[in-house]
């Protein structure tokens, strides 16, 4: 199913069709503030392991993100982390960058693996932030890459449509997504390594 929702103005009953087919196990596609991205509940384990065969990878291989509101799921998802880093993620976020961070026990829980670490993305995207508070957790993200040689990421929503009908429950169609990705920062050690230069500027983070 394509979903029409204005970007800066979303449609009530559409944003809360997208929730209602979340929270009933659904996969969808959903723009961000780089490229759109394949999600589901963090919390529905059948619709996790969904994202990961369609991603043709086995879960406990799967380095997904978690999409998130604000910086407050933190404390669930990641160990402490220290004052600069913290300042560091206040500072730019919501934005295009994605932190590598230490996880939390509740990380290899949810994914049935062994996981030590976890990316946490926070978008400058309102439709994005809006349907991880209205779900109450973070969302499942993974890149949705295009097959042409060319192109690494399909930037518009009817063409992955196209590609994804059969796969996803709902692609929602929120205007061109952008064909870089966001820029991927470890912060496990002991001084924050970039890792993957995105749409996200060095001069911000280092």
């Given amino acids: 199913m394509l979903i029409d929702i204005h970007p800066e103005n979303p449609q009530e009953k559409k944003v809360q069709q997208v929730v209602d087919c979340l929270k009933g196990g659904g996969v969808i596609?959903?723009?961000t503030d780089t490229i759109y991205a394949i999600g589901c509940d963090l919390n529905n384990q059948k619709a996790v392991e969904?994202?990961?065969r369609l991603k043709g990878l086995k879960l406990a291989k799967a380095n997904?993100?978690?999409v998130c509101y604000d910086l407050s799921h933190l404390s669930t998802y990641t160990k402490p982390i220290d004052t600069v880093t913290f300042?560091?993620?206040k500072r730019v976020l919501p934005g295009p960058y994605t932190f590598i961070l230490n996880a939390s026990k509740e990380v290899p829980r949810l994914f049935a693996t062994k996981k030590k670490t976890v990316g946490i993305r926070v978008p400058?995207?309102?439709l994005a932030r809006n349907l991880v508070l209205r779900m109450g957790n973070p969302l499942i993200a993974t890149s949705v890459h295009d097959d042409d040689d060319v192109l690494e990421?399909?930037?518009d929503p009817e063409l992955i449509h196209e590609r994804y009908k059969d796969?996803?429950?709902?692609v929602i169609s929120a205007g061109y997504g952008r064909n870089i990705a966001s820029t991927v920062v470890d912060c496990t050690g002991e001084e924050p390594v970039v890792i993957r230069q995105g749409a996200g500027t060095l001069e911000d983070i280092l």
């Fill in 64 to 66: 997904f993100s978690l």
């Fill in 124 to 126: 400058d995207n309102d």
């Fill in 29 to 31: 596609i959903y723009p």
């Fill in 50 to 52: 969904r994202v990961a």
């Fill in 87 to 89: 300042k560091m993620m």
């Fill in 167 to 170: 796969q996803v429950d709902m």
């Fill in 153 to 155: 990421y399909t930037t």
